[in-house]
């Protein structure tokens, strides 16, 4: 009975470490929108970054972070 119990432990521990990165990543996608909005790109990059980070959250932001910040006219 034993085994149960620290299954149902890990189980916790597991979804308290699922529940943290879960809400990092909303946080980092969250601050890229409100990011790409507030700022001018050249061109269409704005719209182009706007639909890769809403498609596809996690890659998106991660390039947004590494090439699309380097893409920004002005920061407000």
Known sequence: MHDFA???AMGVA???VFGIIATAIF???LW???DILKNEFTGSNKI???L???AVPLIGVILYYLI???QKISDK
Do not use: D, N, T
């Open 27 to 29: 946080a980092l996608w």
């Open 52 to 54: 890769l980070v809403i």
């Open 32 to 34: 890229a929108l409100v």
């Open 6 to 8: 620290m299954m149902g």
């Open 48 to 50: 182009i970054w706007l």
């Open 14 to 16: 597991a979804f308290l």
């Open 68 to 70: 699309g910040r380097e």
